[in-house]
């Protein structure tokens, strides 16, 4: 089987979690579920490089440092995870991929569940992102 290589980002500020609302389009894994931002890796490309190339893409922020905080592989897919500070207003972020952005409290999260104003409904968190966020909210 082959595999999947992401990273991802918990960027987090004053105890809350920036998480994207995945677009609701049935060819992508977790659709319209809460999720961590992130993406793909592109061949040749580090974990680190490629988190700070999707964070790019997808809210135009990067980012001073980012530090590893854990793999995690769930069935062809395998995660690496870095954490960092987030530094900037989620209202200068510029959303360019996903339905929607919110910084989710940990309760939220425990949860598997919270609200978007842009769904208009309740939507549920992608398991693996929700799974990460846990460990990374015991391990602080």
Not at 11 to 35: E, S, V
Not at 53 to 70: D, M, N
Not at 120 to 130: K, L
Request: overall charge negative.
């Amino acid at each position: 089987m082959t595999k999947i290589h992401v990273a991802i980002a918990i960027l987090h500020k004053n105890g809350k979690f920036l998480c994207q609302l995945r677009d609701d389009i049935p060819n992508i894994r977790y659709p319209g579920h809460w999720a961590l931002f992130g993406g793909h890796l592109e061949p040749g490309e580090t974990a680190e490089v490629a988190l700070l190339r999707e964070l790019v893409e997808e809210i135009g922020w990067v980012p001073a440092t980012v530090s590893f905080f854990c793999r995690d592989v769930e069935g062809d897919v395998v995660r690496y995870v870095f954490h960092s500070q987030l530094t900037a207003d989620v209202k200068d972020l510029v959303l360019q991929e996903g339905w929607d952005m919110e910084l989710l409290t940990a309760e939220d999260i425990r949860a598997g569940k919270c609200y978007s104003e842009k769904s208009g409904d309740v939507r549920p968190f992608g398991i693996p992102h929700q799974r990460i966020l846990l460990n990374f909210i015991e391990s602080i």
